[in-house]
């Protein structure tokens, strides 16, 4: 069998297999008409991989990632992490695994707007039983690697979105996660402030943290080294960011620059 990552490239090289995916598909039923939002997904991401997923809205892209992150499970297929087939594990276990292994940002940041950013990112090591004192060291240790280290006291009204975003990126940093799930991280921000975000992930993946972004901005999929593009729940392509031409072109069309 072809392997999806080969042709991935990418500094990942031939790091260990973290996700795979065979034959997954998710039939949402809640609905009078079923939908079918995955249809016979296969994949595989390696470790340290930076991964973008692109496709039209409806494509199946939150699907996947939630998927993928343990939020969801799917209606049939196989999906195995780091060699154990998680079919296996009951919805405990799984959200063990989630909280002690993956990290999540969404479009909206969630952040409580009456505690400052430091005490946000706080929050999740309150949950995990982390001593006061540490838990604030860590928290702004972590502030400090997404750039925002001038503001630990500030409210999330206080900063603009780009800083509440990396303030969420630093929040989900705070159980040590090897995985980072980002659902259109960018989708609310200007440009400039969606690249500082772009920058922080792209610095945490460098550091070794493998990041999945689900981005419908080709300027976004830029950052990462794999690009995956869905169409009607299904891969219709994965290749390496750098060599899509399809992007690049995308990407110099929504910017106006030539991007090459
Ligand atoms: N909870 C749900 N119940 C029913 N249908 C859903 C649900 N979530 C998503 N869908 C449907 O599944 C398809 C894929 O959705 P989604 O993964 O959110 O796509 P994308 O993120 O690419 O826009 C869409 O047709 C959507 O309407
Ligand atoms: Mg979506």
Do not use: C
Request: charged share 25%; glycine share 8%; proline share 6%.
């Amino acid at each position: 069998m072809s392997n999806p990552t080969e042709a991935g490239g990418g500094p990942a090289g031939a790091a260990p297999e973290l996700i795979r995916l065979q034959g997954v598909s998710k039939i949402y039923t809640k609905s009078k008409e079923p939908v079918t939002a995955l249809n016979d997904i296969a994949l595989v991401v390696r470790r340290r991989e930076f991964v973008s997923i692109m496709g039209p809205s409806g494509s199946g892209k939150s699907t996947l990632l939630s998927i993928m992150g343990l939020l969801d499970r799917p209606t049939s297929g196989v999906y195995t992490l780091e060699g154990v087939d998680l079919n296996s594990l009951k919805d405990r276990e799984l959200a063990r695994i989630r909280r002690d292994h993956f990290g999540f940002i969404f479009q909206q940041y969630n952040l409580f707007p009456e505690l400052t950013a430091v005490e946000n990112v706080e929050v999740p090591m309150i949950y995990a039983g982390v001593p006061a004192r540490e838990r604030r060291r860590r928290a702004v240790e972590l502030l400090e690697q997404v750039g925002l280290g001038h503001r630990l006291k500030h409210r999330p009204s206080e900063m603009s979105g780009g800083e509440q975003q990396r303030t969420a990126i630093a929040r989900a940093l705070a159980n040590s996660p090897t995985v980072l799930f980002a659902d259109e991280p960018t989708g609310n921000l200007p440009t400039d402030q969606g690249r500082q975000v772009m920058q922080a992930l792209k610095e945490l993946n460098h550091y070794g943290m493998t990041v999945l972004v689900v981005t419908h901005d080709p300027g976004i999929a830029l950052w990462s080294d794999r690009l995956l593009m869905l169409r009607d729940g299904r891969i219709v392509a994965d290749e390496p960011t750098a060599s899509s031409q399809l992007l690049q072109a995308q990407a110099a069309l929504w910017t106006g620059e030539d991007q090459a």
